[in-house]
């Protein structure tokens, strides 16, 4: 059914938070863009990260990886498009953390044992702007 209408994922996206995804390419059920996390204290903070994804009909996935002075991590949206909007879920896992070892110690980069390591959550992004 969804072949009648075929959804376009590309254009500029916001999440409730102020994250930023822009899609530039759909094609052949794939996804390229990028990823702005608006979010200090996110191991992405800082960066704009590539992400790559799959794609069909109303169903998104999408994925990007840092690695860097925080320790290396990777984040993972799937979806579905529903009223305009991209509901997704979220994991990410992150290795490292800067944070002190102990209380009242300065923070460090510490590496995450299995069960601190993993986050979950779910993000809404709206379209804000389609491509020219």
Partial sequence: MSNRNPVTWLG??????????????????????TFRTALGDSAFAGTEAEITGIHVGDCVQFAFSRSGPGGDAI??????????????????????????????QAPEL???????????????????????
């Fill in 12 to 33: 500029h996206w916001r999440n409730q938070y102020g994250s930023e995804l822009t899609i530039t390419d759909d094609s052949g059920q794939r996804l390229r863009g």
């Fill in 75 to 104: 984040a993972s949206f799937t979806g579905l498009l529903r009223d305009g909007r991209m509901e997704t879920m979220w994991h990410v896992i992150a290795d490292s953390a800067v944070k002190p070892p102990r209380p009242g």
């Fill in 110 to 132: 510490i590496k995450l044992p299995w069960a601190h390591a993993a986050m979950t959550n779910a993000d809404t992004f709206q379209r804000v702007r389609r491509p020219a």
